[in-house]
């Protein structure tokens, strides 16, 4: 392998890894500010309850995904140092925001929130973790402006004198077309993946039959944020392809495997063969328009093959293959999509026995059983949003090839490659025994009536 095909290895290995962590705190943040939310207007003792147990999971999950999300930012200096050269008066904006803004903002809140709970009243000890979780938030807007920017270049110039992209509106990559819709849709999978897991922690002690009442009502919460969330989201995405179809065009054909110019299209639900070097895959099951609503929001709309694009990019960009790993867009996309219907159907049919969960045994196993499904949705989004812009590393301005570190040898990347997989393999199995155990552990015992207008003890983390 090369230098550049290491370091995209590398990078795309702790890039996937650090993703696992980042869902799941956006959602579980603002699911554990509703469950206080919901206690501090009820005063029913359950929700607090409730909200220190899921409490202790989000602040384990805080905690290894910080870790594994520093090493992101070094990466840009080290193994693409031409990348940072080239773009870092335009990148280093957005990251920087995050870095001094979001990442502050709650990381000081969330220590407020668990450690003030004897000395801040019921409403500033509330506003914290709702500040933790718009600092989540934040955080998720500056990084994915920094990422859109990359798929859309928007807001900038090229100095002439340097060669380098230089910023000039900021408002312009915060307004970008696609930073704005893939927010929205990166917020709703976190709260899709967060309600996943409430919903399978609740179903697995449900099927113990501990603590049924405070149990089934985490679990409701869970399937109403889960269902509307969901079924928005699929919508969010589908928009995104519209969107990315503009900017993007290689992306979407890509998906599709379409290798010729189409109208109308057919969305195929499987294929048999396909991939660059294969332009005539057996398609089973075309479903008529589809592939021209998904792409263009038109019965009848036209999606440029895969062909024609390869055309249009050589003549204007120059020689080249402009055309991303094919198998991989294709099943990325329907990965994403198929399991996310399926989680939506699983949502579902726990609303309809959301008065008898407890007494569903089978929809409670499947429960437990969908805990991985948002995790591998979430990887599958990313691996088809970053594979198909290859060759670019900066859409139209800067190939991968071009953006490694020259001083950097195939040697040393491997090495750290390996490092990064024993440590990253370690954080894993602590991440899953701490999260276990946590997870199976007994709600905290319910506080005296006497002492609900005093803020709760902190729990033991």
């Not at 920094?146 to 900038?156: L, T």
């Not at 970053?386 to 090839?401: D, F, H, S, Y």
Request: some cysteine; aromatic content about 12%; charged content about 10%.
């Amino acid at each position: 392998m090369s230098v550049v095909d290491l370091a995209r290895l590398q990078f795309a290995g702790t890039s996937i890894y650090h993703f696992l962590f980042v869902p799941l705190t956006i959602g579980l943040a603002l699911l554990t500010a509703i469950l206080q939310t919901c206690w501090y207007r009820t005063d029913k003792p359950e929700y607090l309850r409730l909200t220190r147990f899921f409490g202790v999971l989000l602040v384990i999950n805080i905690a290894v995904g910080v870790v594994t999300g520093l090493v992101q930012e070094f990466q840009f200096g080290m193994n693409w140092s031409g990348y940072s050269r080239f773009v870092g008066d335009v990148f280093g904006a957005p990251l920087a925001m995050e870095g001094l803004a979001a990442f502050f903002l709650e990381s000081t809140f969330l220590g407020l929130w668990v450690f003030g709970r004897e000395r801040l009243s019921r409403r500033v000890h509330l506003a914290t973790i709702w500040a933790v979780a718009a600092g989540g938030v934040l955080s998720a807007a500056f990084i994915m402006a920094a990422n859109s920017w990359m798929q859309n270049p928007v807001g900038y110039t090229i100095d002439p004198a340097t060669g380098r992209a230089q910023l000039t509106s900021i408002g312009a990559v915060l307004t970008n077309p696609v930073f704005l819709r893939s927010l929205l849709h990166v917020l709703l999978a976190s709260l899709v993946t967060a309600s996943i897991v409430m919903l399978a922690v609740a179903a697995w002690h449900l099927r113990r039959r501990s603590h049924v009442a405070e149990f089934g009502r985490a679990a409701r919460v869970a399937l109403v944020v889960l269902v509307p969330v969901l079924a928005l989201n699929l919508l969010v995405g589908s928009e995104l392809g519209v969107t990315e179809g503009t900017y993007q065009p290689m992306k979407i054909a890509a998906a599709e495997a379409q290798w010729q110019t189409c109208q109308p299209c057919s969305f195929s639900l499987f294929q048999i063969g396909g991939g660059n070097n294969d332009q005539t895959p057996s398609k089973i099951i075309q479903v008529p328009h589809l592939l021209s609503l998904l792409a263009t929001n038109s019965w009848n709309g036209q999606v440029v093959g895969l062909n024609e694009l390869q055309a249009q990019y050589e003549q204007q960009y120059g020689p080249g293959d402009y055309v991303p790993n094919v198998f991989i867009q294709y099943w990325a996309m329907r990965v994403m999509a198929y399991l996310g219907s399926l989680m939506l159907v699983v949502g579902l049919w726990g609303l309809w026995r959301r008065r008898r969960l407890a007494e569903s045994p089978w929809f409670l196993r499947v429960a437990i059983w969908c805990l991985p499904l948002p995790f591998v949705v979430n990887t599958a989004g990313w691996i088809l949003t970053e594979n198909g812009r290859q060759p670019w590393i900066v859409q139209g301005l800067q190939k991968t090839a071009d953006a490694n570190s020259p001083s950097v040898t195939a040697a040393a990347i491997l090495t750290s490659l390996l490092i990064f997989l024993l440590l990253y393999g370690a954080l894993a199995v602590v991440d899953w025994i701490l999260m276990a155990r946590y997870a199976r552990r007994e709600l905290p015992a319910e506080q005296p009536a006497d002492e609900h207008e005093a803020p709760a003890p902190a729990p033991t983390y």
